[in-house]
């Protein structure tokens, strides 16, 4: 935004949505960190890495209140741009790209970054939900076997298994 300050010719609006882009290649960058991350978390997962998982949860916390302060700053300088442009209800960035004062490569680069943004959020979602079913999985499949191991036998699989005390261990041969 220093460079803005010193560039002549640009409008406010146009100082506020080169920030705004700016703010939002910042994100892009995080999401882009937070989906390897994700995807290292799978590998984790698969190979039963807990101090990976760990580290790479933490690392993640970190890049998550990056993206909290950014979207503060996103949220300020859009009310900023409503402020000065006496438009309300910009909540999307759609709406910004619309107003007739933003410069037309401004618009198309402001969609660019806001649906980049969307595809990879929508990608993260989507990792971190098949993560989630496999540590869900793991958590299952670990009760399963602790269950036999103390003698409780688990009846089905899933949403709404039963549980049922047997005699048998799975490790003693019982007929001698």
């Excluded at 949505?17 to 390897?36: D, F, R, S």
């Excluded at 909540?91 to 037309?104: G, R």
């Excluded at 958590?139 to 549980?163: M, N, V």
């Amino acid at each position: 935004m220093d460079m803005d300050k010193q560039t002549p010719g640009l409008t406010e609006i146009e100082k506020l949505c080169n920030h705004l882009m700016e703010i939002l290649q910042e994100e892009e960058n995080v999401y882009l960190e937070l989906v390897k991350e994700e995807s290292y978390k799978k590998d984790a997962i698969l190979s039963q890495n807990s101090e990976k998982l760990v580290e790479i949860t933490k690392s993640q916390e970190t890049k998550l209140e990056l993206i909290d302060k950014k979207e503060g700053e996103r949220t300020s300088l859009v009310q900023k741009i409503s402020d000065i442009t006496r438009v309300q209800d910009l909540d999307k960035l759609s709406k910004i790209a619309e107003m007739s004062k933003v410069p037309e490569e401004v618009k198309e680069k402001l969609l660019h970054h806001s649906y980049s943004l969307k595809e990879l959020m929508i990608t993260l979602k989507n990792i971190s939900k098949t993560n989630m079913e496999m540590l869900e999985d793991n958590r299952k499949f670990f009760e399963t076997i602790i269950g036999e191991l103390s003698g409780e036998e688990t009846i089905g699989y899933g949403p709404g298994e039963s549980k049922q005390r047997s005699s048998k261990s799975i490790f003693i041969d019982q007929t001698g």
